[in-house]
């Protein structure tokens, strides 16, 4: 069992808010680390809303959570009880000690915004991500270049990433796939045919870290409105299976290209909806570079802390960086390569000058890292936890 980056900080959460929200994609380990969390907890009730029996003890909250102020309360699924944040309220005004509520919820943007507009400034919302390299690393893994390839090839989540060979994985995921477009998302009220974002979804697959143009995407669907194609990007995204990556929009008197870049979040899935079951698959489709950039991409934003400002840049001119992030007024730029022996072109070096930057990083699958100018240098995604 891998240690999760995010268990400290949720320890130290529940030490000073009445509740914390873990979002995150289904079999992605909520479950798992609430109970483990719970079980230093006296007496904590554990609730799995999807149970109808355990919804019922919720049917008079006001009489329920009174009855338990002083134990812990998790609450799993919580989307599936849309009116819960309401209910929750009053109760965590009438008695604000912290760690009183532990709510687990699958993916849902709809979350947050029920949270921000119920529970301000009572709750404090964290995401867990699938599994990062920096785990792989802490759990002292034998050969953590293997390891950080089969990460890359199978994707984060457990037991998709635990699995005993590759065939198994990739049955995990297509089944994963086919459950959450058939299972999970209608019970989020969304009514789209599954077979429409089945398409949509391997459509974006196809342009993984490209530039998003939601008029090709429409025709390519069969003559959708470029709105309608928002709407289904914003779904994906709200159910962290997309990101959308915005262009840094830096004041530098440049022509800057203003579309985002959409990724499959989780490199794993990315290899299933494009049919990928192996390394060598992997290591020879034409994908396999962007592929590369949107895994190492998923590394670096999973450990940024609150409002740090991230994105890509791009100019007319061709000058370009994967990622740049802004933290404390300082700008770091990052381009990623799939390489041993990565170049760089004008473009990267015109970026840094119009940024700025303070340093900038090639990330790359190199040994050990070095220099390639002041303020430059080439490192391996198992070193980026050594960034903070």
């Given at each position: 069992m891998l240690n999760r980056r995010l268990a400290p900080l949720l320890a130290s959460r529940l030490q000073h808010q009445p509740a914390v929200a873990i979002l995150g994609p289904r079999q992605v380990g909520k479950t798992t680390l609430a109970r483990e969390i719970a079980a230093s907890s006296p007496n904590a009730i554990f609730l799995d809303l999807e149970l109808e029996a355990n919804r019922a003890q919720l049917a008079r909250a006001d009489l329920f959570f009174p009855r338990h102020r002083d134990q812990m309360v998790v609450l799993d699924e919580v989307q599936t009880v849309p009116d819960l944040f309401a209910k929750l309220r009053p109760e965590i005004d009438a008695d604000r000690r912290a760690?009183?509520?532990?709510?687990?919820?699958?993916?849902s943007g709809a979350l947050l915004r029920q949270s921000a507009e119920s529970l301000a400034g009572r709750i404090a919302d964290l995401e867990l991500t699938p599994f990062l390299l920096e785990e792989l690393a802490a759990a002292t893994v034998a050969n953590s270049t293997a390891q950080a390839?089969?990460?890359?090839?199978?994707?984060?989540?457990?037991r998709n990433f635990l699995a005993v060979d590759d065939a198994e994985s990739f049955a995990w995921r297509t089944d994963f796939i086919e459950t959450f477009l058939a299972r999970d998302l209608p019970q989020l009220g969304i009514t789209i045919p599954a077979e429409t974002l089945r398409r949509?979804?391997?459509?974006?697959?196809?342009?993984?870290?490209q530039l998003f143009n939601a008029s090709q995407l429409g025709a390519a669907l069969g003559g959708v409105a470029h709105t309608t194609v928002g709407r289904y990007l914003d779904l994906l995204v709200d159910a962290l299976m997309l990101r959308r990556l915005p262009p840094y929009l830096a004041n530098v008197g440049k022509r800057l290209v203003k579309s985002p870049k959409v990724y499959v979040r989780d490199s794993g899935i990315l290899h299933a909806l494009l049919g990928i079951r192996t390394l060598d698959d992997l290591n020879g489709h034409p994908v396999a570079g962007l592929s590369w950039e949107g895994f190492v991409i998923e590394q670096i934003l999973a450990t940024l802390p609150p409002l740090t400002t991230a994105g890509f840049y791009r100019t007319a001119a061709g000058a370009e960086l994967d990622l740049v992030v802004e933290q404390g007024g300082k700008r770091i730029g990052f381009e990623i390569k799939l390489s041993t022996a990565p170049t760089v072109s004008r473009g990267f070096w015109n970026a840094c000058?119009?940024?700025?930057v303070s340093r900038a990083y090639v990330v790359a699958p190199v040994r050990e890292p070095y220099p390639l100018a002041e303020n430059?240098?080439?490192?391996?995604p198992l070193m980026l936890?050594?960034?903070r």
């Open positions: 760690g009183r509520f532990l709510l687990l919820g699958s993916a390839a089969l990460l890359w090839l199978r994707g984060g989540f457990p949509f979804w391997r459509m974006c697959a196809h342009l993984h870290g000058e119009d940024l700025g430059v240098e080439v490192i391996s936890d050594s960034l």
